[in-house]
């Protein structure tokens, strides 16, 4: 039973597989051979032209071997009159071809080309089939790929171009991108609404920030308003003092009238008496009389002046003294303003009563006309209409409920008291306000009466007589006999003229103190307004118009790429993307079987028999070139995807020749000079405060600085190689500034560093190891000490060095900025002509302030810094300068590129030495004409000689490549065997019949 369903599953295998398409193949097991071609015979050499006159080759001559015996070579030549040309005549004795599996081949250029045929056996050749077929190419065990060989079927070949038919269907769909993107993806009608759209709201911001700007540069009404005050202050200043200076002159001239009134009647002491005279004093008082009426007049005029001013001076004085006395007297200032308030009420409500009474009488009409219309229809008047005292009433009515409501029309302010108290009132002795007082007294029936009772020569005049001596009027009645009697001035007389006497300047000082006292009490002749507005309107409309050019700003840094893009129609990209996306898997899932453009051959095959491929590659040499096999791999495709993968064919091994066989190993050696002392140095910007000594550590540049300082300071401590001798800090000081002020600055500054490192420094002395050797005697003392790597105590060695402005380093800074803006030559200028160090900085600082302020914010900073300078010694050597040979690594890493054939890094590392070595890079890289100069100038070596006859050959001097081969053969018998590697010298082998004792070829 078991043997039956074994039967049946071998039975049911043999099915399958005949039914498949490769059944056949599965049974003969066909396979893809590899051969290497057979050799051809001598052509034509391609020959280097020269740059002189090209010479024909020489194809027969004689060799002189080392021992003086003459050799001919050559082959035999004849001319060919008919053909005009030289014929060459070979014997050969006989041709066989024999398969053989390896080859010897030779690298020229750092590649080796790699030649085989393959055979397609004609069971691998169906019309729905495809043969692909890849030679493998190994280098020791790494595979490498050679371009793969294809041979398809016509009906094959029709289905691969009918899946590219429908792939490019499915490319024709998509957009590409040489197309115009905007006029197809783009919505230009809305894009260009937009704009228009943009450009009116742009256009609407721009009128906006003009109003703003305009409105901006307007000046403040406030501070126009206040202004208007000070001029009306100032105005009312000045004219209250040109009036009392006015009213001064007026008083100085009076004063000068009274005075000359006074001196007259002081020298009058003459009377005339005659008789004569009478008529003609008779004729003065008639004249008197008849001018009383007129005197009376004005004299009437003038006692009511003198009666206002008097009436209203009792009530100033008061009101000044109130002023002076009333603790509340800053209250009296606004008397002025309530009384204006309260005139301008009385002026509300009379225009309000007076509104009221006009509508009332137009009520009053308007009823009288409906009453007579009424009337003359024949209504009843009696009870429908108002008569003229209830029309009154209604609109008196609504005056006083409108004057109540509102406060302007019968809100009033109080009146300030303006009578002074009586301990204030004081009398005056005989003074112009006291004559003002009693001439204001009378009046004008007291004046007429006067008049009337002095034209009738009454001389008792009742209550005029004690005052006809104050009033300023001529109504003297003259009655004097005709003499002269001389009279003596009255008691009246001299004490007017000693009242009249008088000083213009303390009449003028007396109105300019009055005009001080006044301009001191009322505020509204001293007052001024600053000129400042904490809230200008101009901070307001400059707000807004910032908000504006915000706006225009975005508006004028919007990009129309990336405004165009909110009317992308993004379905139509996005379904275009995706068909892009989808590319690459719709040409797997179309295209069954692509084309290969990189196949070394894709061809249609038609051939009814095997077929024969010459397969030819160069391939670059490696390090693992020198012995390579080459392999075949591939499988058989049908139409309907089914896959037969071939048996791997024979092997094929090249055996590669290059010049790396003659690489000289010989070890180089350079002479190296050591010297015992060095240095190391680094700078360091440690940042203190304005006039501060002392260094913070807690500031982070400050703490990065030390740390950067100990880090290298260990680094040279535990160095296997130097130790430190000495540590100098070299602390720098920005110019500002006085020159020794800065110097004493970097000095305690660059203490304070000391200060901190050398604590610094003994810590790291201390957690350090240190290595010694002691020796002691039995008794435990010390005989001998000896420190293995001694360590330097570090904080010992520390000098201080100071430069008080870094000009130097401010002047690189500066020419290294590439940010510097403004006249940098010119502060170059100052800095290399000016010697002395502050007037040069000054001339900078007060010159360029612009350049200067820059420098102080970015450079100065940097100018003050602190450099650590090491000085290094050797370990253990007490000589100054050591001189050493040592192998030349350059060489040796250049020598162990040529064997790995990696040529080009190898030329970069050889070029300066000239040697052998030199000139097989050149070769490898096809620089014949340079590794032959150097050649010929190196020693003539059997290796060098073969070398010098593969370059000729190349060059095409082969009588010289047949000497120098002949040579190199004669001192070295395996010369003779190595030609036969080389193609250039093979062929000359060939041609001129060499080495024929030997059977080589």
Request: hydrophobic share 35%; net charge positive; aromatic share 12%.
């Amino acid at each position: 039973m078991k043997n039956t369903k074994s039967f049946y599953i071998i039975f049911l295998i043999m099915v399958i597989t005949a039914c498949t398409p490769f059944g056949l193949l599965h049974k003969e097991q066909p396979r893809v051979t590899l051969a290497l071609p057979a050799r051809q015979e001598t052509g034509p050499m391609n020959v280097v032209k020269r740059d002189s006159v090209s010479l024909l080759p020489v194809s027969n001559f004689t060799f002189v071997n080392s021992k003086g015996d003459s050799i001919p070579v050559g082959m035999s030549v004849e001319w060919d009159s008919i053909h005009k040309e030289n014929l060459t005549t070979l014997a050969l004795d006989e041709v066989v071809v024999s398969a053989r599996s390896t080859r010897n081949t030779a690298e020229r250029n750092g590649m080796v080309n790699i030649e085989f045929v393959v055979t397609v056996p004609q069971a691998l050749q169906k019309d729905n089939w495809m043969l692909n077929i890849r030679p493998v190419l190994m280098r020791g065990d790494t595979p490498d790929s050679l371009k793969e060989l294809r041979f398809t079927g016509q009906r094959f070949r029709e289905a691969q171009e009918r899946d590219y038919r429908h792939y490019d269907r499915f490319v024709e769909k998509i957009i590409p991108d040489s197309v115009n993107f905007y006029r197809t993806y783009v919505n230009y009608h809305s894009f260009e609404r937009y704009l228009e759209r943009l450009k009116w709201y742009k256009r609407g911001l721009e009128k906006r920030w003009a109003i703003q700007d305009a409105r901006k540069r307007r000046p403040d009404p406030l501070l126009l308003r206040f202004d208007m005050f000070n001029r009306q202050v100032g105005r009312r200043d000045s004219l209250m003092k040109s009036r009392m200076l006015d009213n001064s002159q007026r008083m100085i001239t009076r004063q000068w009238w009274r005075y000359g009134r006074a001196w007259e009647r002081m020298n009058d002491t003459l009377q005339f008496q005659s008789r004569h005279l009478l008529e003609r004093f008779r004729f003065f008082n008639n004249k008197w009389a008849d001018n009383a009426a007129f005197q009376s007049d004005g004299l009437i005029a003038r006692k009511n002046y003198f009666r206002d001013k008097a009436l209203s001076t009792p009530m100033w004085q008061a009101k000044r003294a109130l002023y002076k006395a009333d603790p509340d007297a800053a209250i009296r200032i606004y008397a002025s303003r309530f009384g204006y308030f309260n005139d301008k009420m009385e002026r509300l409500d009379a225009t309000l009563y007076r509104y009221y009474r006009t509508k009332g009488a137009r009520a009053e009409s308007r009823e009288g006309v409906r009453f007579l219309r009424a009337f003359m229809v024949g209504r009843d008047t009696t009870s429908s209409y108002l008569n003229r005292n209830q029309l009154t009433e209604k609109y008196i009515r609504r005056y006083e409920k409108v004057k109540n409501f509102f406060p302007m029309f019968h809100f009033r302010r109080p009146d300030p008291d303006t009578l002074s108290p009586l301990w204030e009132t004081r009398t005056r002795i005989d003074t112009m306000q006291t004559r003002h007082t009693l001439l204001s007294k009378f009046s004008k029936e007291d004046i007429y009466e006067y008049y009337v009772r002095q034209q009738q020569g009454v001389s008792d005049r009742g209550m005029i007589g004690p005052f006809r001596g104050l009033l300023p009027l001529y109504t003297y009645h003259r009655d004097l006999p005709d003499s002269i009697v001389s009279r003596v001035p009255g008691r009246k007389t001299r004490r007017d003229f000693e009242l009249s006497r008088f000083d213009s300047a303390t009449t003028v000082n007396r109105y300019i103190g009055r005009y001080e006292f006044l301009r001191s009490t009322y505020p509204q002749y001293r007052l001024i307004r600053k000129l400042y507005n904490i809230h200008p309107p101009a901070l307001r409309h400059a707000a807004r118009q910032a908000s504006y050019e915000e706006r225009l700003a975005r508006i004028n840094s919007l990009d129309s790429t990336s405004l165009i893009k909110m009317f992308y129609n993004t379905q139509k990209i996005a379904r275009n993307e995706a068909r892009k996306a989808m590319k690459d898997t719709k040409y797997r899932d179309i295209v069954r079987f692509p084309f290969n453009p990189e196949a070394q051959l894709d061809t249609v095959i038609y051939a009814t028999d095997q077929v024969h491929f010459l397969y030819s590659q160069k391939v670059p040499a490696d390090e693992n070139s020198a012995r390579m096999k080459v392999y075949v791999v591939g499988d058989v495709l049908n139409s309907n995807g089914s896959r037969f993968s071939l048996p791997y064919s024979d092997t094929l091994t090249y055996l590669v020749s290059s010049m790396t066989k003659f690489v000289d190993r010989t070890p180089r050696f350079v002479r190296k000079i050591v010297t015992r002392d060095a240095e190391a140095n680094a700078s360091v910007n440690f940042y203190f405060p304005k006039n501060s000594f002392r260094m913070d550590e807690t500031i982070d540049v400050n703490r990065q600085g030390v740390k950067q300082v100990h880090n290298l300071t260990l680094a040279l401590m535990t160095d296997p190689v130097y130790i430190i001798d000495s540590l100098t800090l070299l602390a720098t000081s920005s110019p500002e500034g006085n020159w020794h002020v800065n110097g004493e600055i970097a000095r305690k500054r660059a203490e304070s560093i000391r200060n901190i490192l050398v604590e610094d420094f003994k810590q790291l002395y201390d957690s350090l190891a240190i290595g010694a050797a002691i020796e002691m005697d039995e008794a435990g003392n010390i005989i001998r000490q000896e420190m293995k790597d001694g360590i330097p105590n570090l904080p010992e060695l520390i000098k201080i060095r100071t430069v008080p402005e870094g000009w130097e380093k401010l002047r690189r800074l500066i020419v290294n900025d590439k940010n510097f803006q403004g006249n940098k030559g010119a502060i170059l200028r100052i800095i290399d002509r000016e010697q002395e160090p502050d007037r040069r900085e000054w001339l900078i600082k007060s010159q360029y302030k612009t350049e200067y302020a820059y420098m102080f914010d970015k450079l100065y900073p940097a100018v003050r810094r602190v450099d650590f300078l090491f000085s290094l010694s050797r370990r253990g050597m007490r000589q100054d300068t050591l001189y050493t040979n040592e192998p030349d690594t350059m060489y040796a890493r250049a020598v162990d590129y040529l064997e790995k054939r990696k040529y080009g890094q190898a030329l970069e590392i050889l070029r300066p030495y000239e040697d052998v070595n030199t000139a097989i890079a050149y070769m490898s890289l096809g620089y014949d004409k340079a590794a032959l100069r150097i050649l010929e100038q190196s020693s003539q070596t059997a290796e060098t000689q073969y070398m010098q006859a593969i370059l000729n050959a190349r060059l095409g001097n082969e009588q010289r490549a047949v000497s120098l081969l002949l040579s190199a053969a004669e001192v070295d018998d395996r010369i003779r065997f190595r030609a036969n590697l080389d193609p250039e010298l093979s062929l000359l082998v060939k041609k001129y019949g060499l080495f024929k004792e030997d059977d080589l070829w």
